[in-house]
């Protein structure tokens, strides 16, 4: 799974996945958002699956605010004279979108630098 929480408009958190581990994650101070966005990318390691996902993982967190989780949906290998050349990962990245108010803003500010021409 995923490994992201999400609130309804009722502020009821519901769980994707395993529950004690979320109402773990909710005692350690990390914040739920109403919504939730999945990109799908692929990376590339010539040493292994894991330094694949991180290297896909740090790149996603250069361009991407709130990243919550990543889910590797497949795994494979290019081979070459019966060699492993290249591991490869399919993952989905999940990450919160700024929430907006009623009024088209974002609620978060710093993020937000407007500055008046006055």
């Known amino acids: 799974m995923l490994g992201f929480m999400t ?6 958190v519901e769980k994707n996945g395993d529950v004690t581990k979320y109402e773990a994650a909710l005692d350690d101070g990390i914040e739920v958002s109403p919504v939730v966005k999945v990109i799908e990318l692929i990376a590339t390691s010539s040493k292994s699956f894991d330094e694949a996902v991180a290297k896909g993982v740090a790149t996603a967190a250069q361009s991407l605010r709130h990243i919550s989780g990543a889910d590797v949906k497949h795994m494979t290998v290019a081979v070459k004279n019966g060699k492993i050349m290249q591991y490869r990962v399919d993952l989905k990245i999940a990450f919160a979108l700024d929430e907006v108010d009623d009024e088209g803003e974002e609620d978060d500010k710093e993020d937000n630098d407007e500055k008046s021409d006055d």
């Open 7 to 12: 609130k309804d408009k009722n502020e009821k």
